[in-house]
Every structure is written in C-alpha cells, then in structure tokens.
C-alpha cells in the first residue's frame, strides 16, 4: 500500500490552487473584454450625437446631415419666406489673408499696416515643444501675425486645443515645400540644360580639331553604344 506524504498533500494542494487562480484570471480577463467593449461603442456613440446635436444647436432654421454626393450640408426644417435671415455670427468662422499680405495684416481684426511688418507673431506649438530641432528652417519661420497682444490673446482664447492655429500654418508650410520643390526642378533643369550646351561645345570643338573627321564621327558613336 502507497502512503502519501505531507509534502505531496502541498504540493497538490498548490498545484490546485494556481489552477483556479488562472481559471479565475481568464474568467476575470473574459468579463472585462465582454464590458470594455459595449462601453466603447456606447462612448463613440454619445460623441456622435453630441456632435449632431450641437451641430444642429446652430440654427432652428436647418439641421446639419449628411449628403448622398459627399460631405454635410444644411438642410431647412420648413419652407423659408425670402429674406429669412438663417444664421448670424459675430465674426467669421474662418478667414484667409493673401500671402503677400500676411506680416502687415491682423489674423484677428484684419487692420493693415501697409508694408509693415507686425511685431506679434504666433508660431506653431509644435516647434516650442521641440526647440525647433527637429524643424525645418521653413517650419521654424512660420507664424500668424497680429497688430497687438489684445488681438492676438483674443485668437488663441477662440481657437480650441490650438485646431485653427496649426491648420493656417501647415497650410503655409505646404505651400513652401511646394514652392521649394518647383524651384528646385527649375533649377535643376537649368542644371541640364547648361550641362547638354558644354557637352555640345566640347564636342564642336573637337570635331573642329580631329585630323579624321570620319574616324572621329565612329569613335564617338562607338563610345554613345558602349554607353547605352
């Protein structure tokens, strides 16, 4: 007859218990993945109509809906009478300076300075955030202009989590980058234009001096089908 000793009965008892606990744990690991993921639909949904509802919040005249070709639009509730006035704002919602004009025009009360350049600028966050580092020379330059501190506190305090702000900018560092790219090309074709003329030249000049014209001519056409 077998006799079991103490230190098996502990052994066995430990092996049975880490067997719940982990029976337990993927139970545990069960019912949180079951309620995560009802939570998360219900969040993204009380999003989605908070949006809807604020969206539709800007007017009594017209909700905001989808379109069947692509975007939203606003739509009248009722008939309107000609001359209803469905919406007013105080100001617009957004604004565009002409670039030749942005250092000498207000990005908030629009006033001009006719070629001169205002003194408050408003760069990007991104570039403080990295001590402008990792920025390029281009990005590092760019900024909003305002004619004063008033204004320009008055821009940031109606920009939400800085949204208008780093559109304006990015904006502006795409057209650079654009602007840098085709001059870049010019140049470079002007590059191969002046290189295509020398190589001209040079060959002019030494068909001039060849005693052979006629071996010249299949030297050079042997050196044009090595290279090709």
Not at 29 to 50: K, R
Not at 109 to 132: P, V
Not at 165 to 193: A, M, P, W
Request: negative net charge; proline residues 2%.
């Amino acid at each position: 007859m077998w006799n079991q000793s103490p230190d098996d009965d502990i052994s066995s008892d430990l092996s049975t218990l880490v067997d719940d606990l982990t029976h337990l744990d993927l139970q545990k690991s069960s019912l949180c993945s079951t309620i995560t993921s009802p939570t998360t639909s219900v969040a993204s949904s009380a999003e989605v109509n908070e949006a809807t509802t604020l969206l539709n919040s800007i007017s009594s005249y017209f909700s905001v809906k989808s379109t069947k070709y692509g975007g939203r639009g606003c739509f009248a509730n009722t008939n309107l009478a000609e001359g209803t006035i469905v919406h007013e704002c105080s100001m617009p919602l957004s604004s565009t300076i002409a670039r030749p004009f942005r250092k000498e025009v207000c990005g908030s009360c629009f006033e001009i300075l006719h070629g001169k350049t205002l003194k408050f600028k408003l760069m990007s966050r991104k570039n403080k955030k990295n001590n402008s580092t990792s920025a390029s020379a281009s990005d590092c330059s760019l900024a909003l202009y305002f004619c004063s501190q008033p204004c320009m506190d008055k821009f940031i305090a109606l920009d939400i989590d800085d949204l208008y702000r780093e559109s304006l900018l990015n904006v502006e560092s795409l057209f650079i980058k654009g602007l840098n790219q085709c001059q870049y090309d010019l140049e470079r074709k002007k590059q191969q234009e002046e290189a295509e003329t020398e190589a001209e030249l040079k060959l002019e000049n030494e068909l001039k001096q060849a005693k052979d014209i006629e071996l010249f001519i299949s030297q050079k056409w042997q050196e044009a089908e090595i290279n090709c």
